[in-house]
């Protein structure tokens, strides 16, 4: 009897001890896009050590999934929105709150698009071309700049064509059209009113740039005027005052 008695026994411990080690801990959080708006019915999973949960985020963007303890993945993913993942190690299990995840709409098109306050503002198309003496080619933008207010700006750059999206120039704009000249003589000088961006990679074909820009009229150049530049296209915008 006693012997039956030990035997109950471990096996209880045991069993408790296995419901113990599946026992998970919970990642609590909102999803966002954007533009700063909850994002409802989200599908998230979380990843970790072979184990995977899953949840749908409410009306309010907020979601809660269990997780097992070690280096997890949670995803996110909704139709219309680029998927977005981050990587998350946690070594016990416990009630944890994460910062609002942002993931971001898929413009409607290819393009350059700012963020606006509540949607996206299409910045419009435009060519650049050049004039030529013996000793400067000037190059000069030809288009209708979109106009918007801001100078702390946010771009979604989309591109469909191509997944490449790094692959533009930022250049200031002068009351004459010009964005700069590149001499020739007496020795080859690039005068180019070149502005500096950051760009953060969103996904392959989706990117991000940040710049903050004084008033003015700028043309983002698909690509970048050198020598051999000749005419080219890019995207053109007006910060007004």
Aim: aromatic share 14%; proline share 5%.
């Amino acid at each position: 009897m006693v012997r039956k008695i030990c035997i109950s026994v471990m096996i209880l411990f045991f069993a408790l001890k296995t419901l113990y080690a599946f026992e998970s801990g919970t990642l609590r959080g909102r999803v966002i896009d954007g533009f700063g708006k909850p994002i409802p019915l989200a599908n998230i999973e979380a990843l970790s050590d072979g184990s995977k949960s899953k949840t749908t985020s409410d009306q309010k963007g907020e979601f809660s999934v269990n997780y097992n303890p070690g280096n997890i993945k949670l995803t996110f993913a909704r139709e219309g929105y680029v998927p977005s993942y981050i990587p998350i190690s946690l070594d016990e299990k416990r009630d944890f709150s994460i910062d609002d995840i942002t993931v971001w709409k898929i413009p409607p098109h290819g393009g350059l698009f700012l963020v606006g306050e509540s949607d996206y503002l299409e910045i419009n198309k435009a060519e650049y071309y050049f004039e030529s003496s013996s000793k400067e080619r000037r190059f000069y933008v030809k288009g209708t700049p979109t106009v918007f207010k801001g100078q702390a700006l946010r771009i979604i750059d989309f591109q469909v064509d191509n997944p490449l999206v790094i692959g533009k120039t930022l250049y200031q704009v002068d009351s004459k059209d010009s964005v700069g000249s590149i001499v020739f003589y007496p020795s080859q000088k690039y005068v180019l009113n070149k502005e500096e961006d950051s760009y953060t990679k969103i996904a392959d074909n989706i990117g991000m740039r940040k710049v903050t820009l004084p008033p003015g009229r700028y043309f983002y150049c698909t690509g970048e005027i050198t020598i051999r530049s000749k005419v080219g296209n890019g995207f053109f915008f007006e910060i007004s005052s």
